[in-house]
């Protein structure tokens, strides 16, 4: 957090010049995007101060699955990425607290429409508005997900799995606000234009 004894000017200095290797320095924006730095964003902030952190998340589910595609998620099981994707996202929304610019977007939500999410990036961050001129943004990348999840379900294992985990999250899920619900994972394909970002520091 910003209470590190990392932080100084010293590192400051060095942590810019890591990252500028890989910048295109003349730009208006530079933009570093580990997902590690969700769970950084205080300590980021005090090395940083202008800095803008915006989280683009998605269902714990799809996010898990897609996980145990990578080799060394291959052979972890989904309940234990499930809770942590959890611990993570409620890490961050604490830290959010704590940092004056941050928001928070859907990734659901912003591939239904993702020239509103980016209307409203823009606006918060200053800049001037950006249209997608020959990009063509997918709306059906959870859905592979969703079919996987189905069949797993479709086991006596696979469902009694999901009930444990509905179990042990739901309320979790609920209590964070973010839109999401072991219960509903149509919401993997579907959205609701009326759920807004959520934003600090317009």
Known sequence: TETSALVTSANKLKL?????????????????????????????????????HLVISRHPIATSLAHQRWGACASIPLPILVRNWISQHKYMLDDSKRVSKFMFVRFEDFVMHPQRFLDQICQWMGLPQHTFKGITVSNSTNGKYMTEYR????????????EEMVNEFEHQLQAMALGYSMN???????TNIDRPAFIKGL
């Open 16 to 52: 810019f010049r890591q990252w500028a290797k890989f910048w295109d320095l003349s730009k208006p924006v530079l933009l570093e995007k580990s997902p590690p730095n969700m769970m950084w964003m205080r300590f980021l902030q005090a090395m940083l101060p202008n800095t803008h």
């Open 184 to 190: 509903d994972l149509d919401y993997l394909t579907t």
């Open 151 to 162: 069949h797993i379900r479709e086991t006596p294992r696979g469902q009694s799995q999901h």
